[in-house]
């Protein structure tokens, strides 16, 4: 059976109400061990299945899967299942995989590792720019940023990676053709051009409440550890993280002030032993060995490497003395709203810092 094939059947029997979700994923695991000629392809072969009882099954809904699809490549809408080559090699590895994924960007396998961000959708400006800080190191050194698009950390965390010219996956709890919150569309679009915008969710799924928590063991399924940068005591991202323990990955809590509401739940991490992170190297420390991550140096190195062309011009003008908006904009013969976005970045980053009066520092320096 080949594979446009095999994502039509398994389309059918998704679309059927009452076919088990448990004998989707028997089956294509099956299909995918027999394809690969693996060790568990002889296990397989003494109950292989039934393809043509299978397709027959599926039969009732054929139509409308062939439209599905054709709906969802003219979309510019890819698919893979649990049996392709380029479904990724780590969510296989968790207790119940989703058998299909949609998704617009490239295909959804981090070679070089992954790691997930979450966080408060109510996050403090800190924990905004720390994400965002940590996410651009990350993607710098090669690694994928994951998180789920929602407000607050996640976005801190995808726009950081993107500043960095890295990677993100954004992990939807809705159908691929519907974005989620709304005014993150710009974001999604851009996203799905350096790296991918995925979900489990057939099309025309609203984004309810009950499709978080299983979103959630998608983002840690798809990492090699997950980093909670600000969490209140009944957050998702708690849910995530509770996920990377079962799947086995690494959890990691930004410590926070004692009493503020979003560090209840990673300081509550902390105590059940998560790994503190305060820096990109707390992170390396525990899944460098997992990844073949170039050119890893120190955090010094990593800051420069996460800035473009028109950041380094800026921060050359930057030192101990405050310089004014507006001499920069002088300096570099630019426009105000440009220059402001530029510094903006830079903050996220923790490479210069506001004082007031719109005067600018290098980070660092006093």
Known sequence: MGEGMIHEVVLS??????????????????????????????????????????????AGRRIEARRLLGRLADGGVC?????DSDYPPLLKEIHNPPPVLFYKGSPPHAASGAVAIVGSRKASLGGIRFAARLAGELAALGLVVVSG???????????GALEAGGETIA??????????????????RAIACSGGVLTELMPDVRPLRANFPQRNRIISGLSLGTV?????????????ARCALEQNRSVFAVPGTPGYYG????????????????????????????????????????????????????????????VHVDEICRNLDL????????????????????????????????
């Open 228 to 240: 909670v940068v600000e969490a209140g005591e009944r957050s998702g991202a708690l849910i995530t």
């Open 335 to 366: 426009e105000s709203r440009d220059v402001i976005n530029v510094l903006f970045s830079l903050e996220t980053k923790g490479l210069v810092k506001c004082m007031p009066g719109k005067f600018y520092v290098r980070e660092g320096s006093i």
């Open 263 to 322: 560090s209840k739940g990673t300081n509550s991490l902390l105590r059940q032993g998560a790994k503190l992170v305060e820096s990109v190297e707390d992170v390396m420390e525990e899944i460098a060995p997992q990844v073949d991550v170039a050119g890893y140096r120190d955090r010094e190195s990593i800051g420069e490497r996460t800035s473009n062309p028109r950041e380094e011009s800026i921060l050359e003008l930057l030192s101990a003395a405050p």
């Open 13 to 58: 029997l998704l679309l059927l109400d009452d076919f088990p979700r448990k004998r989707v994923l028997d089956i294509l695991k099956s299909l995918g061990s027999q394809r690969r000629g693996g060790p568990d392809s002889d296990l397989f072969a003494k109950d292989p299945p039934d393809l043509a009882c299978i397709s027959e099954i599926a």
């Open 149 to 159: 698009l929602a407000r607050g950390i996640d976005t801190a965390s995808h726009r």
């Open 171 to 188: 992990v939807l709890g809705c159908g691929i053709d519907m974005i989620y919150p709304s005014e993150n569309e710009a974001l999604a």
């Open 79 to 83: 698919i893979t299942c649990l049996a």
